[in-house]
DNA sequence: ACTTCAGATCGACACATGTCAATATGACGG
DNA sequence: CCGTCATATTGACATGTGTCGATCTGAAGT
């Protein structure tokens, strides 16, 4: 926005809306974070597009090409985050999507 | 997923769908990690709740309370992930948000 | 042309992050 | 209980990222 003070030079900056709320940007960066890598993406449209809706560590390792140690570390970040949930049954952990998350953020983001 | 082998063990993997092809993995992790700073978060949430639906960096330094360099290098990596668009005008540089990147961005991830 | 002003770029620094090998945890089977 | 299997945690390392002060670039105005 253009504006003119008194003695009429011509100014840019005018007053602008508070921004979001430090722990609203902090939470919402958090959960695009956790999308920022791509491994994280791979992961997460693996077990949203698998047929069962979950998915355990054992059937991520090889489409990703990491290590377990690492799709783990990956794992855990998505469900900081709140876009995964996990569920442990038996010897195996199983990890299904919560998009409600991610639309939540967005909404956010962009409505306020 | 439970399965079980020939010889009776119980086996938890069995093949799964390809993941998202490594290009479309990045492109979607690069939107993603943009917003995945609190600052640009608020510098976006600015700009989208401003009055004439764009802004320049004058306007946004104070309120992010960061230099001017630094804000400057916020709006390039929006920029670069497709975020904002960028248009000079005179001696300003006014930034407005470009929802559908945003928005493509969730859809591949979720529905692919 | 010289100055001023908005914004971008550069160089440097502290800190975060992705990755792996090694090890720990915890559940199940014999 | 003892071994095995699935997963998590730890420690270490290279690379990436956010931030700033200093400087460069261009556009107006005088």
Redesign the pocket.
Known sequence: MIGMTATGT???CTEVGPALAGRDAERIATVF?AL??P?RVKLLSLIAASDAGEL???DLTEPVG?????V??????LVDAGLVH?EQR????YYRPTTEVLEDATRTLIDS
Chains 1, 2 share one sequence.
């Open positions: 011509i100014v840019c974070k920022g890598d491994t355990c560590v054992c990491l290590s377990q140690p690492t783990s570390h990956h794992m855990k970040v996990r038996g010897r195996w952990a």
